[in-house]
Antibody
C-alpha cells in the first residue's frame, strides 16, 4: 500500500526539542523530493521544509530557519524533522508530503506537536 | 517571496451550483507551478490540480483549473455534497520555496 506515516509528535515545553519521522511504503522513496507542511489549530497550511531526493538541496521557511533540520535516510525509506528551540506558535499538525512537479501529491495523516508549559 | 491571495474567503453555494475560486499571486508563478488542494475536517489535504490545469489522479472532470502568470482559477462545474470543504492554492518558486494561499471555504447555503 502506498502511504506515508508520521510519528514522534507530542507535548513539549517551550525551548524543548522533538524529532518527527515519516515512514514511506509502496513508493520508491529515494526518487522523490519530500516536504514537511504544518497546520496550526484552526489555521491554514504552512510549508516548513523540503529536501530533494538525494538530500543535497534543502530549503526552509523563514519561520523555522535555524531551529528545524530536515533529513532523510533513503536506505530506511524515512524522512525526519528535528525541531529545536520550540515555541508556542510551532504548535500544529505536522504532515509529511511527497513533492512532484512542484506540488504535493501524497500526504501522511499528520502528527500533532503541542508546545506548552 | 511570492504571496498568494485567495478570494472569496467563504463561498456559500447549493449542490448543483458552479463554484469559482480565485488565487492571485504577488509575482508571476514560474512555469505554471500552481496547485490546488481540497481539505476536509480532520483529514490531510488532497491534491486536485497541478501545473495550473492538470488534474491529479482520480479527480473528476467537474473540477478544473486554469490561469497563468499571476491569476489562477479553480472551477467546480456542479457542486456535489462531497465538494464542500476548504480549498488551498499553492505555488513553487524559482528559489525552491513553496507557499500556500490562506484558503477558501466552500460551504452549503
Amino acid at each position: 500500500e502506498v502511504q506515508l506515516v508520521e510519528s514522534g509528535g507530542g507535548l513539549v515545553q517551550p525551548g524543548g526539542s522533538l524529532r518527527l519521522s515519516c515512514a514511506a511504503s509502496g513508493i520508491t522513496f529515494s526518487s522523490y523530493g519530500m516536504s514537511w507542511v504544518r497546520q496550526a489549530p484552526g489555521k491554514g497550511l504552512e510549508w516548513v521544509s523540503n529536501i530533494i531526493s538525494s538530500g543535497t538541496r534543502i530549503n526552509y521557511a523563514d519561520s523555522v530557519k535555524g531551529r528545524f533540520t530536515i533529513s532523510r535516510d533513503n536506505s530506511k525509506n524515512t524522512l525526519y524533522l528535528q525541531l529545536n528551540s520550540l515555541r508556542a506558535d510551532d504548535t500544529a499538525i505536522y504532515y509529511c508530503a511527497r513533492s512532484l512537479n512542484g506540488a504535493f501529491d501524497l500526504w501522511g495523516q499528520g502528527t500533532m506537536v503541542t508546545v506548552s508549559s | 517571496e511570492i504571496v498568494l491571495t485567495q478570494s472569496p474567503g467563504t463561498l456559500s453555494l447549493s449542490p448543483g451550483e458552479r463554484a469559482t475560486l480565485s488565487c492571485r499571486a504577488s509575482q508571476s508563478v514560474s512555469s505554471g507551478y500552481l496547485a490546488w488542494y481540497q481539505q476536509k475536517p480532520g483529514q490531510a489535504p488532497r491534491l486536485l490540480i497541478y501545473g495550473a490545469s492538470s488534474r491529479a489522479t482520480g479527480i473528476p472532470d467537474r473540477i478544473s483549473g486554469s490561469g497563468s502568470g499571476t491569476d489562477f482559477t479553480l472551477t467546480i462545474s456542479r457542486l456535489e455534497p462531497e465538494d464542500f470543504a476548504v480549498y488551498y492554492c499553492q505555488q513553487y518558486g524559482s528559489s525552491f520555496i513553496f507557499t500556500f494561499g490562506p484558503g477558501t471555504k466552500v460551504d452549503i447555503k
